[in-house]
């Protein structure tokens, strides 16, 4: 195939960057931390004051659980998965007020006891802050509800930003190898990828996000070029490996594809978990905070080391990285800084958290990110549009920048990536009026207060999670697990060694979510894309 003549095609390579020292002063960062956690207590004192005239009291809750075929087949780590499970909390008030939030694939136990403690307590105001963490965006929405306030409006009055933020939030489309459904419709393969990778480009979807795992390592930096040629020169394109590659593997693929100028490369070389080294009776090392841990210095080290020689900037949900304290989840804002890490190594470029941290957490998070000179993105979750608009208005509240960057020093320039949006590829929604209007590349922000959206009776019905539904898709995916052979197969098991059969075999599927239960699956499904003792986002 020929390729279009870029003008950056030819160059030499850029020089590597060798002797680099440690980020900046520790000092300043531990500092500016501090200065975060004071004014994130101010900012609980205004949410806390706004809210005292108020009081909410529940008349219904109800938890709905939904099975939506997908696009295709759902395939990201090795999964078949035709159709996706997606729970969702409903607060309907005294006061006619109802409040949504969306859970991935199923409603944690956390949700599930307030959600019955609540019934149990009718006069319960449900304004009350520590409800926030196990109703998370129920919660928010109620609270944006009573205050009369679109969420990213509100937390970016809450939160003193200087600029109004954007109703309008662009999205990277996150694209993958795709199997066909069960009617041969809506396959992604080797040959077709960077036409559908096209397709986004034109609906006006500023990026495209790669995922790199199905096919040989060194088969993506041939997919690579290609999707660049499909999608021209003014259309981002982002890749992730989802940790898969080893290090090796990791330098000789980013530096072939150096030429495409990727927008950034994602978790590009393994976490390597210590406890696969041990026997099951005997669990490794625990972490000792202060000191580090093998595990994740092997990490960091690679990464940096990664840094020095590249020119494409490198991502990670885990920079800067933080340790949350024993027993505390991500929502509590209790994390601290990895100051360890910190004095030693330069992880990534681009800092990617999710937002499981929470308003609070994500806030602080982000702020130190863009102190310490990082650019800064926001992960997809394994999400609706429910969750998808709660994400893009965190987004604009939290990740947007002033445009006052003039010809001195100041704020640093451009350093803003649009949000990933993996939602294209499910067939439908449950929310009132259906599944978004992708065609644009853009998310609008709805002007209505909190995230805007309403649950739709009809499509819950429609979509209601049950054993009879599950069934015809997991039979499916059977059949696809039981020969997992791609268009274009691997020459080499995950071992390394060549294969000596066509047919593809696995005992592990990959994905940082517990989908194997969505189809009530009994396979044994490995997380190894995170890091131990820790979760930066």
Not at 233 to 253: K, M, V
Request: aromatic letters at 10%; hydrophobic letters at 35%.
């Amino acid at each position: 195939m020929e390729r279009a003549n870029y003008p950056w095609r030819g160059l030499p390579p850029r020089p590597p960057r060798i002797g680099r020292n440690v980020l900046l002063c520790i000092d300043d960062v531990r500092e500016f931390d501090a200065m975060l956690k004071r004014r994130i207590g101010s900012f609980r004192e205004k949410l806390a004051d706004l809210l005292a005239p108020h009081r909410l009291t529940l008349d219904e809750a109800k938890v709905h659980k939904v099975l939506i075929p997908m696009v295709g087949v759902y395939t990201p780590g090795w999964q078949a998965l035709p159709a996706v499970s997606w729970a969702f909390v409903e607060l309907r008030t005294k006061q006619g007020l109802a409040g949504t939030g969306e859970w991935s694939v199923d409603l944690d136990s956390d949700a599930r006891d307030c959600v019955a403690r609540l019934q149990g307590q009718p006069g319960r105001n449900l304004l009350d802050a520590e409800l926030e963490e196990p109703l998370f965006m129920a919660w928010w929405d109620l609270v944006g509800q009573v205050l009369g306030k679109p969420l990213h409006q509100l937390w970016a009055e809450l939160f003193e930003a200087d600029f109004t933020p954007s109703d309008r939030v662009p999205m990277a489309a996150y694209t993958w190898q795709r199997f066909a459904d069960r009617e041969g419709n809506d396959a992604i393969t080797y040959e077709t990828w960077p036409d559908f990778a096209a397709e986004r480009a034109r609906e006006g979807f500023p990026a495209v996000k790669v995922s790199m795992t199905a096919y040989q390592p060194e088969d993506h930096i041939e997919l690579i070029h290609r999707i660049r040629d499909a999608v021209g020169p003014d259309t981002a394109i982002r890749i992730d490996a989802h940790g898969t590659w080893n290090y090796q593997e990791a330098r000789r693929i980013l530096h072939a594809v150096e030429d495409c100028h990727l927008e950034y490369a994602e978790q590009p070389v393994h976490s390597l978990l210590p406890q696969r080294f041990y026997p099951r009776s005997e669990r490794p090392p625990q972490r000792d905070t202060s000191k580090g841990s093998y595990q994740s210095e092997y990490y960091y080290r690679r990464m940096t080391a990664l840094r020095s020689e590249l020119r494409t900037p490198l991502s990670c949900h885990w920079w800067p990285p933080i340790i949350h304290p024993p027993g505390a989840g991500p929502m509590s804002n209790r994390w601290e800084p990895d100051w360890y890490m910190l004095e030693r190594y330069e992880g990534a470029d681009v800092s990617v958290p999710d937002i499981n941290l929470g308003p609070w957490g994500l806030w602080r998070f982000a702020q130190l990110a863009k102190f310490m000179g990082l650019h800064i993105a926001l992960h997809s979750n394994f999400e609706l549009c429910t969750q998808l608009a709660f994400r893009g208005a965190m987004a604009a509240a939290f990740l947007q920048e002033p445009e006052r960057v003039g010809i001195y020093m100041g704020r640093t320039p451009r350093t803003c990536h649009p949000i990933d949006n993996e939602t294209i590829h499910v067939s439908d929604d449950v929310i009132a009026g259906g599944q978004f209007d992708w065609s644009g590349g853009h998310l609008g922000l709805s002007p209505r207060p909190g995230h805007g959206l309403c649950l739709d009776p009809e499509r819950l019905e429609k979509y209601r999670y049950s054993a009879e539904a599950v069934a015809p898709h997991r039979e499916y995916a059977r059949q696809i697990y039981a020969n997992y052979l791609l268009d274009r197969p691997r020459r080499t098991t995950l071992s390394g060694w060549p294969k000596r059969q066509a047919a593809e075999s696995f005992d592990r599927h990959l994905w940082p979510y517990e989908v194997a239960s969505i189809l009530g699956s009994e396979d044994g499904q490995d997380v190894d894309v995170e890091l131990t003792g820790e979760q930066s986002g």
